[in-house]
């Protein structure tokens, strides 16, 4: 029974874990779009879990843990939404973000835990999502670190 837990334990972390081509470089803008970069670094926090990166009401796919996205986007506003679905539907994270075109952004989603019951044989854990715009030199790091989600 107990190989049966580690088994199955690992295999969700798996599940939830990028396994797409590694980040090469930053792509070049093109002059009539932006070009944005969403990533989540790999974190043992939070890594069972996927949430759907949603741009415009247009679903781009779960930015698995180690992730990234690079989408391009028409200049102005667009709504970024990370939907956790039926597991959390009222922390949904929501924001509006505004582009221009021939830039390139980098945005971080992230879960910080904070903090932690235990009693023993039981553990309770609590945490928060957020996500920030970063600057390039922070960003490129980092990325070179990921694969796509």
Same mark, same amino acid.
């Given at each position: 029974?107990?190989?049966?837990?580690?088994?199955? =334990?690992?295999? %969700? %972390?798996?599940?939830?874990? *990028?396994?797409?081509?590694?980040? $090469? $470089?930053?792509?070049?803008?093109?002059?009539?779009?932006a070009?944005?970069?969403?990533?989540? $670094?790999?974190?043992?926090?939070?890594?069972?879990?996927?949430?759907? =990166? &949603?741009?415009?009401?247009?679903?781009?796919?779960?930015?698995?843990?180690?992730?990234?996205?690079?989408?391009? %986007?028409?200049?102005?506003?667009?709504?970024? =939404?990370?939907?956790?679905?039926?597991?959390?539907p009222?922390?949904? %994270?929501?924001?509006?973000?505004?582009? &221009?075109?021939?830039?390139?952004?980098?945005?971080?989603?992230?879960?910080?835990?904070?903090g932690?019951?235990?009693?023993?044989?039981? *553990?309770? &854990?609590?945490?928060?999502?957020?996500?920030?715009?970063?600057?390039?030199?922070?960003?490129?790091p980092? =990325?070179?670190?990921?694969?796509?989600?």
């Open positions: 029974m107990r190989k049966f837990l580690i088994f199955t =334990l690992a295999a %969700l %972390l798996v599940a939830c874990t *990028a396994t797409g081509p590694a980040f $090469q $470089q930053v792509a070049d803008s093109k002059n009539d779009k070009i944005a970069y969403f990533y989540r $670094q790999a974190a043992f926090y939070g890594s069972g879990f996927c949430p759907d =990166l &949603v741009v415009d009401s247009k679903k781009i796919g779960c930015l698995k843990n180690g992730g990234f996205f690079e989408i391009e %986007l028409e200049p102005g506003e667009h709504t970024v =939404l990370f939907d956790k679905g039926t597991w959390e009222d922390k949904d %994270l929501r924001a509006n973000i505004s582009v &221009v075109a021939g830039e390139i952004y980098f945005y971080e989603y992230g879960s910080v835990m904070t932690m019951f235990a009693v023993p044989g039981f *553990a309770l &854990v609590s945490g928060k999502e957020d996500f920030y715009r970063k600057t390039k030199e922070y960003s490129i980092i =990325l070179r670190g990921l694969k796509k989600s």
